[in-house]
């Protein structure tokens, strides 16, 4: 009965958070219900302290929330295909040099940027930090999150090459962090004799090269499937049968779910609405995982904002995590700027193109979740509450001003037709 009233305070919250801000607020979707969130958390945590029983009881809903395991491991793989059907596969080819690259070459330079400027500025402040668990930190904040993504630049009018190196790149670039992060962890949990180079590219092999594997395994007979029945309910079942039962066969074979779900999802939304479906069936199709999509969404971000209230954010890890914001975006710009410079006479690349895609890289609910699964043996409360604090800026900061960004730089597109 914990985990009904768990799930109906969520949906209830992003319910009554969703209609303030349509009504009232009229904030992108995403940014509202999280900026809800967190007002509705300082106010419950100050009622808190004046000891008012309800909020005592929905603290202790959300303190037995396992947000990393409701993310990774049940809602990303949803809000990932999603996201992945509706992405124009011939687009992103043409891009794929510059995806890659920043999804690889970008994420491990962050990552060592991050690491060693967060090492040099804690003992500073008096929080002195294991260069390891710095590495831990800088692998978890470097991927941009697709779900914040995806869900605030679809209002921000990016220039339709440009959003999709964007979204490109964070669709991919979180298989590669999870390896890093895997790898990273191993050797502070157990040492640098257990995380030699053939276990960490063991460790690659079987999470980013299985899980792309699987995902084009799976998309093509999702396809198959599409396209030998004509019935939009059985149709849609497929979808979501290969969302869920892809995910379950991802952690049995020790791949990466989110990159098999990425991949599957892109083939799918290519050859599979393009070609295995009829008009009916891909109108409700579309229909059924935006609405899934928004749902799942508005809870996420709610959670997000929820965490405010079981989390030990003191004046030390705010004055960090200040200080971590810069650190990031420093590091966004490097870990873009270097690989694009090497590809600039493949891709287009000039100054306004690399503000857009410094500022439009955000962390989301990945960063948490992956901070949320450090043991306490590590400086987790630390790593948390910085990691919280980058997210909070990236998502309500950078989510707003993306927009303004990408119009004063002329990089928008076109207004549509309202006749059309």
Same mark, same amino acid.
């Given at each position: ?21 349509? =009504? *009232? ?55 990932? *295909? ?13 891009? =794929?040099?510059?995806? %890659? ?46 779900? !914040? ?47 030699? !180079? ?9 999470? !980013? ?50 990159? %098999? ?62 200080? !971590? ?6 590091? =966004? ?37 992956? %901070? ?49």
């Amino acid at each position: 009965m914990e985990l009904y009233n768990t799930l109906a305070l969520l949906l209830v919250l992003a319910a009554a958070f969703g209609y303030i801000n349509h =009504r *009232f607020l009229r904030l992108p979707s995403t940014i509202g219900l999280m900026v809800l969130a967190l007002v509705s958390s300082l106010l419950a945590i100050g009622l808190g302290r004046l000891g008012v029983p309800w909020v005592l009881t929905a603290s202790k809903l959300v303190r037995g929330i396992d947000f990393h395991t409701i993310l990774m491991q049940v809602m990303l793989s949803f809000l990932l *295909f999603a996201g992945a059907i509706h992405v124009d596969v011939r687009t992103l080819g043409r891009e =794929r040099g510059a995806v %890659a690259a920043m999804a690889t070459v970008g994420t491990l330079l962050s990552t060592i940027i991050v690491a060693t400027a967060v090492y040099v500025v804690l003992p500073l402040l008096y929080q002195p930090v294991d260069f390891i668990y710095c590495l831990l930190f800088g692998a978890l904040i470097s991927p941009t999150d697709p779900i !914040a993504v995806l869900g605030i630049l679809k209002e921000a009018r990016i220039d339709k090459s440009l959003e999709i190196k964007i979204v490109g790149e964070s669709l991919f670039n979180d298989g590669i962090a999870v390896v890093v992060f895997v790898s990273l962890f191993q050797i502070a949990e157990f040492g640098a004799e257990r995380a030699t !180079a053939a276990v960490i590219g063991e460790l690659f092999l079987r999470e !980013a090269v299985g899980g792309i594997a699987l995902g084009v395994a799976l998309g093509y007979a999702a396809f198959w499937a599409l396209r030998t029945i004509d019935h939009y309910q059985v149709e849609v079942l497929i979808t979501l049968a290969l969302v869920m039962g892809g995910t379950a066969l991802a952690a049995a074979l020790h791949t990466s779910g989110p990159l %098999a779900i990425v991949v599957a999802g892109l083939i799918v939304g290519d050859k599979g609405r393009s070609l295995g479906m009829s008009d009916l069936t891909r109108e409700y199709l579309d229909k059924f995982w935006e609405i899934l999509d928004e749902i799942l969404n508005a809870v996420l971000f709610v959670l997000i904002g929820l965490e405010m209230l079981v989390l030990d954010i003191n004046r030390t890890v705010l004055l960090v995590g200040t200080l !971590a914001i810069g650190i990031t975006l420093v590091a =966004r710009l490097v870990s873009v700027a270097l690989p694009l410079s090497v590809l600039r006479r493949y891709y287009h690349f000039d100054r306004p193109t690399l503000r857009v895609l410094t500022w439009g890289g955000l962390r989301g609910g990945i960063s948490v979740a992956l %901070a949320l699964s450090l043991p306490d043996s590590m400086p987790r409360d630390l790593i948390v509450g910085i990691t919280y604090v980058v997210v909070i800026f990236s998502i309500i900061v950078q989510g707003l001003t993306i927009g303004p960004l990408v119009k004063r730089l002329g990089l928008s597109s076109p207004e549509p037709d309202p006749g059309h």
